[in-house]
C-alpha cells in the first residue's frame, strides 16, 4: 500500500512539467476531464530576448538593441518558437482506459541564420559596401495547422504504467520554407551599383491567398503521437518513473497551389536598362516591383509536395527523494528543426498536498541557458498550471536568450 | 455546459490578445541599383529621327507628306438612278407565259453617269458598289423582268438578272458589282461615261390570264450605288487642281527650343510622284516655316526652282499586283540655292504650303487613255535632312514623364533616399537637368534634384568643339520623408534640361558614336515593417 501511495504521488508530480505540446503529460493529474492548453516558447542562440520581444508586443527595433545581439552572435546561430493552444479531453467509463478527443492550433518555427544573414536583415547592404555577405547555411522553416485528435490512453498496464495513443488529422494552414545551400552570398560593390547575388536557394510557400486565415485550408496531412510511462524502483531515492512521449509524428501535404521557387545560379543586377531617360513610367519603375523579382530572378512553380513537421521527442527520468522533494532530469529533441539537444533538471517540492512548485533549470534548444519556474494547483475538481521554462527572458531580457510560458485549466469529470 | 461555454469565450479571447499584436519595425540602410542607360540623342529627345552619314555626322531625318492626291479625289463615278417599266392607258388581256415588252427598240438602252469635271470615261473597273433594283409590280399576275447590263462583265459573263415578281407586290434587292469590267462607250462605241442595257418583261408562266388594267404595270428602278473604281480610263479633262493654303504639323522637336541656333547646311528634298495616266503642270507657290510659340513665319524663297514644274505620266506595268510606273521628279532645296536655313532655324511646329497643279495643259494627247488605279495618285513629299553641325547658346528641352507611383507601396517605408546618377559623357555639351514633380493639377509641387548638384559636365573638346575624352560627373536626388510624399502624390514629372554648348558661336558637330553613359543607384533608409 505505501508503495503505491509512492508511486500515486510521483505520477502526479510529473505533470508539473510541461511546455512540451503533449495531452498525455497531463492526464497523470488531471484524470478524465477537460482542459484547454496554451503554450510558447520562443529562443535564439544568437539573438537576445530584448530584440525577440518585438516581434512579440510589436515596436521598433533600435541600433542598441540590434547591436547588442551582433557583437554577442556566432557565426552560425538558432532560432525557434512553437506556439500552440488546445482544447481536449480524456473521458470513458472503463477503468483500464480512457479516450482522448481535442482540437489544437500549432505554430511551428525554426530557423537557423548566419550573422550575415542578420546584419543583412537588420542592417541592411548599404554598411557593407564591398562585403561578401556568406548566407550559406541559413534558413527559416514556418508552419501553422489545426489539427484534430482522437486517442486512447492505457492507464491500468501492469497496475501503474501507461501507454498512449493519438492520431490527427491536420489542416494545412500556412507554410513558409526557404533554405540557403552552400555558396550562397550576396555581394554589393563598393559604390552600391551592382549587386551579385549567389542563390543556391529552395523556398516554399503554402497557397499565399490566404495565409492569415485561420480557415485556409491549403494542405492537409496526418500525425500521431505516443506516451510511454513506467515506474521503477532505482538505487536512488524512495522511487523512479521514466518517461518516453513522441509527438507530432507526421506529415502535411500542401495542395496544388503552393509555390516552389529553386535558384542555382549568379545574379548579377546592376539596374534595370533604360531606353528612355524621360519615359520611366513604363520601364524602369514598373520593373521595381517584389514579385517580378522573384519571378525573374527564380524557377517558381506551383505544385503539391508533402513535409514532415518537427516531430518532439521528450525522455524524463524522475526521482522521488522525500514526500516532499522530486528530482526529475530529462532530454528533448526536435527531429526536422534547427532545435539543439535539451537537457534539463527539474526539481519540484510539495509546498501542500494542493500546492506544487518546481524549478526548471535547463541548456540547449534554442536557446542556451534557461531557468523556469512552475506552479500548479491541484484539486479534486480543477487543476491549474502556470509557468515558464525560461523565465530568464522577462527577468533580463537585454542580455538572455530565450523566452516561454505555459499554462493549463482543466476541469476533472466526477468519477 | 456553462463552463464550456467560459472555456471556448477564454479560447477566443486568447487568440484575439495574441492577433492583435503591434507592428515590429526597424531601419535598415540599403544601397539599390536601379537603372542603367547608354544614352544617344534620340534618348534625349525621344524621338527616331536622328540618321548617321557616312563619315558618322549625324543628321536630323524625316519626310513629311504634303500632298497625297489619290484616284477618288480626281475621278468621282456618281450614284446614278434610272427608271424603268411597262404600263398602258388602257386594258389589255393577257396570256401567261407571253413577253409584253423589251427595250430592244426604245431609246433607253443606254445609261450615262453624270461624270464632273469633265471627265471623259471610256472604261471601269468596279472596286466596290452594287446596284440596287427596287420593284413594284400592280399588275395581279406575277412578272418576270429580265435585264442585262450589255457593257458590264465579269470572267466573260455580262450583268444578267432574272427576277420574277408576284402580283401586286413590290421589294428591294441589291446585287454587288464588285470586279465588274464595264465599257462606257455606249452602243456605237465612240461615246464617253455610257453604258448599254436590255430588258424584257414578260408575264410570268407560274400565273394564269388575266387582263392588265390602265395604269398597271412593273415599275423597276435601278441605282448605281456607291460605285468606287478600281480602275477608270478615259480623258480626265484640263482640270486645275489646288491644295492649300493649308498647313501640316510637323510633331517634331516640339519640347526643344535654342538660344541663337545657327545650322550650318541643310536640306530639303521634295519628291513628287505621278501615279496617274495623265500629264500635269504643276508649281509649289509657296512653303512656309510656321512656328506657333513663340508665333513666327519664314517663308522659304527657292526662286523659281519649285515653279512651273512639268510631271509627266505614269505608265502601266501590266501587273496587277504592282500596276503603276510612276513618274518621279526631285527638286532638292538646300542652303545655298535658298533661304533654308533661317526657315529650318525657325524650328517650325507646322509646314505651310500652297501647291497648284493642272491636268493636261496640252489637251487629249493620250486620245482617251488617261488612267487611274484605285489607291494611286499624285504625292508631294518633303524629305527634310540637318546635320547635327550647329551652334547656339544652349538648347533647352522640356519632357513630361507620367508617374504612377501609387502601385509602389514600398515608398511609404522610405525614411530618405539618395538617387545617384552617375554619369559618363562624351557629348561636347554640358547639361543641366531639373526635374519638377507636377500635382494632377499641373503645379509644380516640389523638385528632383538641389540646384549646384544637377550638372552633367560636358566632354572635353579642343577649339574646334572636337571632342577629346569624356569626363565624369555625379548626380544626386535627396529625398526626404515630405519629398517622397509629393513624390507619390505626382502625377507627372517636367524634365527641364539646357544643353550648354561650348566656345560659341564654333559649331559643334553631334556623331554617331557620341553617347551619354548613365548608371543609377540609391541609398535609401527603410522602415521594414513585420507583423
Known amino acids: ?415 | 455546459m456553462r463552463f464550456l461555454q467560459k472555456l471556448i469565450i477564454g479560447l477566443f479571447l486568447l487568440i484575439s490578445v495574441v492577433s492583435c499584436k503591434k507592428e515590429t519595425t526597424w531601419d535598415v540602410d540599403l544601397a539599390i541599383p536601379l537603372a542603367k542607360s547608354y544614352l544617344n540623342i534620340s534618348n534625349f529627345f525621344g524621338d527616331t529621327i536622328f540618321q548617321a552619314d557616312p563619315n558618322g555626322l549625324l543628321h536630323i531625318a524625316f519626310s513629311k507628306d504634303l500632298i497625297n492626291y489619290t484616284m477618288d479625289s480626281l475621278v468621282n463615278l456618281p450614284d446614278t438612278t434610272v427608271t424603268l417599266g411597262y404600263s398602258l392607258p388602257f386594258s389589255q388581256a393577257l396570256n401567261a407565259g407571253v413577253v409584253i415588252f423589251s427595250n430592244a427598240a426604245s431609246t433607253d438602252r443606254e445609261i450615262k453617269f453624270d461624270v464632273s469635271n469633265g471627265v471623259e470615261l471610256n472604261k471601269a473597273i468596279v472596286r466596290s458598289g452594287y446596284l440596287k433594283v427596287e420593284y413594284a409590280n400592280t399588275y395581279n399576275q406575277p412578272l418576270d423582268f429580265n435585264y442585262i447590263i450589255n457593257s458590264a462583265s465579269l470572267w466573260g459573263n455580262l450583268l444578267t438578272i432574272n427576277q420574277t415578281v408576284a402580283g401586286n407586290s413590290s421589294f428591294t434587292k441589291t446585287y454587288p458589282l464588285n470586279g465588274y469590267n464595264i465599257n462606257l462607250t455606249g452602243q456605237s462605241g465612240n461615246k464617253v461615261n455610257t453604258l448599254v442595257q436590255t430588258y424584257t418583261i414578260s408575264t410570268s408562266p407560274s400565273g394564269v390570264a388575266s387582263t392588265l388594267q390602265p395604269g398597271q404595270g412593273l415599275i423597276i428602278k435601278l441605282s448605281f450605288v456607291d460605285i468606287v473604281p478600281e480602275y477608270v480610263q478615259g480623258y480626265f479633262g484640263q482640270q486645275d487642281l489646288s491644295f492649300g493654303p493649308d498647313s501640316t504639323s510637323l510633331g517634331l522637336l516640339g519640347n526643344f527650343s535654342p538660344s541663337n541656333l545657327m545650322l550650318t547646311q541643310s536640306a530639303i528634298n521634295f519628291r513628287i510622284i505621278n501615279e496617274f495616266g495623265v500629264e500635269m503642270s504643276s508649281s509649289i507657290n509657296s512653303m512656309k516655316s510656321i512656328k506657333t510659340s513663340p508665333a513666327n513665319v519664314v517663308t522659304l524663297n527657292a526662286g523659281n526652282l519649285l515653279q512651273s514644274i512639268n510631271v509627266n505620266r505614269a505608265n502601266k506595268t501590266n501587273n496587277p499586283s504592282n500596276p503603276v510606273f510612276p513618274w518621279l521628279k526631285q527638286i532638292n532645296v538646300n542652303s545655298t540655292n535658298s533661304n533654308l536655313n533661317p526657315f529650318l532655324q525657325n524650328l517650325p511646329n507646322y509646314l505651310g504650303y500652297s501647291i497648284k497643279a493642272t491636268l493636261n495643259p496640252l489637251g487629249n494627247i493620250s486620245a482617251g487613255n488617261d488612267f487611274a488605279f484605285y489607291g494611286r495618285g499624285l504625292k508631294v513629299i518633303a524629305d527634310v535632312d540637318i546635320p547635327l553641325a550647329l551652334s547656339a547658346n544652349y538648347f533647352s528641352l522640356v519632357n513630361f514623364s507620367k508617374v504612377d507611383l501609387t502601385q509602389l507601396k514600398e515608398l511609404n517605408d522610405v525614411n530618405s533616399c539618395d538617387i545617384i546618377m552617375q554619369t559618363r559623357n562624351n557629348y561636347p555639351f554640358r547639361a543641366q537637368i531639373q526635374g519638377y514633380m507636377l500635382n494632377d493639377q499641373n503645379q509644380i509641387i516640389d523638385s528632383l534634384f538641389v540646384p549646384g548638384q544637377n550638372i552633367i559636365e560636358s566632354a572635353i573638346t579642343d577649339g574646334n568643339n572636337v571632342v577629346l575624352n569624356y569626363v565624369d560627373s555625379k548626380l544626386i536626388a535627396s529625398f526626404d520623408k515630405t519629398k517622397i510624399t509629393n513624390l507619390t502624390q505626382c502625377k507627372q514629372i517636367k524634365f527641364v534640361s539646357y544643353l550648354y554648348l561650348p566656345n560659341q558661336p564654333t559649331p559643334i558637330k553631334i556623331n554617331e558614336d557620341s553617347y551619354l553613359d548613365l548608371v543609377v543607384h540609391a541609398y535609401l533608409n527603410y522602415n521594414v515593417r513585420a507583423k
Not at chain 1, 562585403?131 to 486517442?151: M, P, Y
Not at chain 1, 492505457?154 to 513558409?176: C, E, M, P, R, Y
Not at chain 1, 521595381?288 to 518537427?310: G, L, M
Open chain 1, 1 to 415: 500500500m505505501k508503495t503505491r501511495l509512492v508511486l500515486f504521488l510521483i505520477l502526479c508530480s510529473l505533470s508539473v512539467f510541461s511546455q512540451y505540446n503533449s495531452e498525455f503529460l497531463n492526464f497523470g493529474q488531471t484524470g478524465r476531464s477537460i482542459s484547454i492548453n496554451g503554450e510558447y516558447e520562443l529562443g535564439s542562440n544568437g539573438i537576445y530576448n530584448s530584440l525577440l520581444n518585438k516581434f512579440i508586443y510589436g515596436g521598433n527595433i533600435d541600433k542598441k538593441t540590434k547591436d547588442a545581439s551582433n557583437n554577442s552572435m556566432k557565426a552560425l546561430n538558432v532560432m525557434g518558437a512553437n506556439m500552440n493552444y488546445d482544447i481536449s479531453a480524456f473521458f470513458g467509463r472503463n477503468s483500464k482506459y480512457s479516450y482522448l478527443i481535442g482540437f489544437k492550433d500549432q505554430r511551428i518555427f525554426n530557423a537557423a541564420y548566419t550573422k550575415d544573414f542578420y546584419q543583412l536583415v537588420f542592417y541592411g547592404n548599404k554598411p557593407y559596401l564591398g562585403d561578401t555577405k556568406n548566407l550559406a547555411g541559413s534558413n527559416i522553416n514556418s508552419l501553422r495547422f489545426q489539427e484534430l485528435k482522437l486517442g486512447f490512453i492505457w492507464h491500468k498496464i501492469d497496475t501503474t504504467a501507461k501507454v498512449g495513443v493519438s492520431i490527427s488529422i491536420l489542416k494545412g494552414q500556412q507554410l513558409f520554407y526557404v533554405k540557403a545551400k552552400e555558396g550562397s552570398s550576396l555581394y554589393t560593390n563598393s559604390d552600391g551599383t551592382e549587386l551579385v547575388f549567389n542563390s543556391d536557394f529552395n523556398m516554399a510557400l503554402s497557397d499565399t491567398t490566404n495565409k492569415n486565415n485561420p480557415f485556409a485550408y491549403s494542405g492537409i496531412g496526418a500525425s500521431a503521437d505516443i506516451f510511454f510511462e513506467t515506474p521503477y524502483k532505482g538505487k536512488l531515492g524512495k522511487g523512479s518513473v521514466l518517461t518516453v512521449n513522441a509527438n507530432n509524428i507526421g506529415f502535411l501535404h500542401w495542395f496544388d497551389n503552393s509555390v516552389q521557387y529553386s535558384s542555382d545560379s549568379t545574379f548579377k543586377f546592376d539596374g534595370y536598362r533604360i531606353d528612355n531617360l524621360l519615359d520611366l513610367q513604363d520601364s524602369t519603375l514598373s520593373a521595381i516591383n517584389r514579385d517580378s523579382i522573384i519571378k525573374t530572378t527564380t524557377n517558381a512553380r506551383k505544385e503539391s509536395f508533402n513535409v514532415n513537421i518537427p516531430t518532439n521527442l521528450l525522455i524524463i527520468n524522475k526521482i522521488q527523494f522525500t514526500n516532499k522533494f522530486y528530482l526529475a532530469v530529462g532530454f528533448r529533441y526536435l527531429f526536422n528543426s534547427n532545435f539543439k539537444p535539451y537537457f534539463f533538471t527539474d526539481a519540484e517540492y510539495h509546498f501542500t498536498p494542493k500546492i506544487i512548485g518546481a524549478l526548471h533549470v535547463a541548456y540547449g534548444g534554442y536557446s542556451k541557458l534557461n531557468v523556469g519556474l512552475a506552479f500548479s494547483y491541484v484539486s479534486k475538481s480543477w487543476f491549474f498550471r502556470i509557468g515558464s521554462n525560461s523565465l530568464q527572458g522577462y527577468i533580463s531580457p537585454t542580455n538572455t536568450y530565450g523566452q516561454g510560458a505555459f499554462v493549463s485549466i482543466a476541469k476533472k469529470f466526477k468519477r
